[in-house]
């Protein structure tokens, strides 16, 4: 069974950082896209970040995020600096079954989804 658990969310002030990880078990995900969305109350949820033959981010986290993933350890991560409030939501990783998968901004392409860690930032 596959599952992806997140961890690392939490509050923070305007403009501290926090590191996200999400762990994935029952598959490996190396050659597969993983990906970040977030979803704030009475919102859509959106793409944040994706790992997979590149790397590509929303236009609003460009230069204050980053992702990465750690591969002996099946893990991606989201390094969040320069938070904002409107950066409060709740952050899902997500992944791609599909070996050789490019990152897609696209949240129906993914088959994988965790339960989601909850981010706050206050001003």
């Known amino acids: 069974q596959v599952q992806l658990v997140e961890s690392g969310g939490g509050l923070v002030q305007a403009g501290g950082s926090l590191r996200l990880a999400c762990a994935a078990s029952?598959?490996?995900?190396?050659?597969?896209?993983m990906g970040w969305f977030r979803q704030a109350p009475g919102k859509e949820r959106e793409f944040v970040a994706a790992?997979?033959?590149?790397?590509i981010y929303a236009d609003s986290v460009k230069g204050r995020f980053a992702i990465s993933r750690d591969n002996a350890k099946n893990t991606v991560y989201l390094q969040m600096n320069s938070l904002k409030p409107e950066d409060t939501a709740v952050y899902y990783c997500?992944?791609?079954?599909?070996?050789?998968?490019?990152?897609?901004?696209?949240?129906?392409?993914?088959?994988?989804w965790g339960q989601g860690t909850q981010v706050t930032v206050s001003s």
């Open positions: 029952g598959r490996t995900f190396t050659s597969s896209a």
């Open positions: 997500a992944a791609r079954s599909e070996p050789g998968s490019w990152a897609s901004p696209k949240k129906e392409g993914y088959d994988y």
């Open positions: 790992s997979g033959g590149t790397r």
